[in-house]
């Protein structure tokens, strides 16, 4: 251990000689954090670096103001910075390993530690960082091993998508080479619609040989989104040679992914589940009035298909129905306060296997179960190959196609809306609009198709003064912008076109029009779009996943915002640009008239399509 500096100054006290330069500053920084003043600190920060980018004492403060609003992936990265700047600072020596020790990397912790006492570490140091730092010493006492990781499988489990994400890129970030963890963050990046990313992480597992069946079909679902349909069917290939009965359903449910987003592909056959020992036999008596039935819901986390389900569950109580609810986390979890007092019973479902699973379905003497998760629910069709319930269909999302082990019924347009359901608890949000006619479609990369883009430069012909806005889904990422930029400027449009980054209600308030993507897993864009009095277009396609939008208006009684043929969409939006008032008004009434949106309705429609 070096001698302390036997000066003492008035910003504090003795300094070992490495973080001299820096303690004054240092001590500021803490006394403006400890008084609630980050803001003041962050400027005063900024503005020392704006003079001296590699200045040690301004990144070390950025840290702490990081870490007190629990942002550790930012502290970690100025603090290795400030390392750099300061390499024989004891204080950035110490905070390192207090990071590394709080994220369970005892190696990295242990080395950071010994570097901080090489530095000179002394009882002085811990006077240089706010009140709120824990001590190494208590940290070690009680380490754990990737607490990040626990807490985020547990927050994903629990359906509290953005903290898990946190955290898991927390734990990510101090262990970069941890799979488990890598894992979890893909899991969590695709269901927050961040494929690419997911993807980065996957094809990484998949270059160095250490990927699995499950690592190789997730991969594929994410080029799938991202477009790049003929590297997903060579991965599903590779992935079906890997002989892992574990990872069949995660195989399947993107190969059908697939089917959905590239209808260009010609001759892919879907693999399918293999249909293991049946667990009960199939039902010969006739459904009964009042059924007993089980819904998976394991993997929905989007608000709008919450809500659907519980409706949907609602509607079925109220027809005299018992209903068993399958779903992530505690009832009283606040993603899942959409079910509260809509179901009969819930179990949590969220970390069964399987196996666990298709046992737990058949011991609740179900007349029928219904899968609310499609291909976003792998687990739900591993369970499904068991056959535990005497009735199975495949409701929510993508329908399953004919002659997946496992699946009775798939259900496509009958009921209404091909399982769209929602409800408006008040009335419609009429939004202002602006001079220039907003079009807008919400939608992934592999859903922008060729004719899909065509059809956008038709309607911004037929209507001269419109503009179109992408939610940006990713499409912003460097690797999607040239592509995007020359395809839109072939088809001479590329300087009316927008990426938008907002969040799905609010990009849709902000619309005069939606057209629903041509091959999509749900028609809940242009229903969102009319919970704010947006219009609609959408295409009647001839498979199911082509028809949701089309479902969509049709169970709102707007079936004349609904096109046979890509060409007729341009004519129908000069239509309903031209007064746009008009077609908000005209939205507005449907939804408060609309019988599909009845629960009891929808769900007495549900049942009797299952009836012979």
Request: aromatic share 4%; hydrophobic share 50%; proline share 6%.
């Amino acid at each position: 251990m070096t001698a302390s500096s036997s000066a003492s100054t008035a910003h504090g006290p003795d300094i070992t000689i490495g973080d001299a330069e820096m303690a004054p500053f240092l001590c500021e920084a803490v006394a403006l954090l400890d008084a609630g003043d980050s803001d003041s600190l962050i400027a005063r920060a900024e503005a020392r670096l704006s003079e001296s980018p590699g200045d040690g004492a301004a990144l070390t403060a950025l840290a702490y103001t990081a870490f007190a609003t629990d942002r550790v992936v930012l502290a970690l990265d100025a603090l290795r910075q400030a390392l750099d700047a300061a390499p024989r600072s004891a204080v950035v020596a110490d905070s390192l390993a207090i990071l590394f020790a709080l994220a369970g990397e005892v190696p990295e912790a242990t080395f950071y530690a010994k570097l901080a006492v090489a530095n000179g570490l002394d009882e002085t140091t811990p006077g240089l960082r706010p009140a709120h730092w824990p001590a190494l010493t208590t940290l070690f006492a009680a380490i754990r091993e990737h607490p990040y990781l626990t807490r985020g499988l547990a927050a994903l489990a629990a359906g509290d998508l953005q903290s898990a994400l946190v955290l898991l890129e927390a734990q990510a970030a101090f262990s970069p080479n941890h799979g488990e963890t890598q894992r979890a963050l893909a899991d969590a990046l695709v269901a927050a619609g961040r494929p690419r990313q997911a993807g980065d992480i996957l094809a990484r597992f998949a270059a160095n040989g250490a990927a699995d069946g499950c690592d190789m079909a997730r991969l594929a679902r994410c080029l799938a989104d991202c477009g790049e349909s003929d590297a997903a069917r060579g991965v599903i290939g590779e992935a079906a040679t890997y002989r892992d009965e574990d990872a069949e359903a995660e195989i399947a449910a993107a190969a059908l992914y697939l089917t959905a987003l590239a209808p260009e592909l010609k001759g892919f056959t879907p693999p399918h589940v293999a249909t293991r020992d049946a667990l009960v036999g199939t039902a010969s008596a006739p459904l009964p009035d009042r059924p007993r039935v089980g819904i998976l819901a394991t993997a929905l986390a989007d608000e709008a298909d919450l809500e659907t389900v519980a409706v949907l569950a609602q509607g079925l109580r109220e027809l005299g129905g018992e209903t068993v609810l399958f779903g992530a986390g505690a009832l009283g979890a606040g993603h899942n306060r959409a079910f509260q007092g809509r179901i009969g019973r819930h179990i949590d479902a969220a970390e069964f296997d399987p196996l666990t699973l298709a046992h737990t379905i058949a011991g609740e003497d179900l007349d029928l179960l219904l899968d609310a998760g499609g291909v976003a629910a792998p687990l739900h069709l591993a369970a499904l190959a068991h056959h535990p319930a005497p009735r199975v269909a495949g409701w929510l999302n993508l329908p399953f196609s004919a002659g997946l082990a496992g699946i009775d019924r798939a259900l496509g347009a009958a009921p209404p809306a091909s399982g769209i359901l929602a409800r408006f608890d008040a009335a419609p949000r009429l939004a202002p609009f602006d001079d220039v006619p907003l079009i807008g479609a919400d939608v992934q990369a592999g859903q922008l198709h060729n004719d899909l883009l065509a059809t956008f430069a038709a309607m911004l012909r037929a209507v001269p003064d419109a503009r179109l806005l992408l939610r940006d889904r990713e499409l912003s990422h460097p690797d999607m912008v040239g592509s995007l930029i020359e395809r839109f400027t072939a088809l001479g449009i590329a300087d009316r076109i927008e990426v938008v980054d907002a969040d799905a209600p609010t990009f849709a308030a902000g619309l005069d029009l939606m057209v629903a993507p041509f091959a999509a897993i749900s028609g809940q864009d242009v229903i969102t779009a009319a919970g704010f009095a947006t219009p609609g277009v959408a295409l009647r396609g001839r498979t199911p996943w082509n028809r949701q939008g089309a479902d969509a208006l049709a169970a709102l009684g707007l079936g004349d915002r609904v096109g046979e043929a890509p060409a007729d969409l341009a004519a129908i939006a000069a239509r309903l640009l031209a007064d746009r008032a008009a077609a908000r008004a005209a939205t507005a009434a449907a939804i408060e008239r609309a019988p599909a949106f009845k629960p009891a309705a929808f769900a007495a429609g549900l049942l009797d399509a299952l009836r012979p």
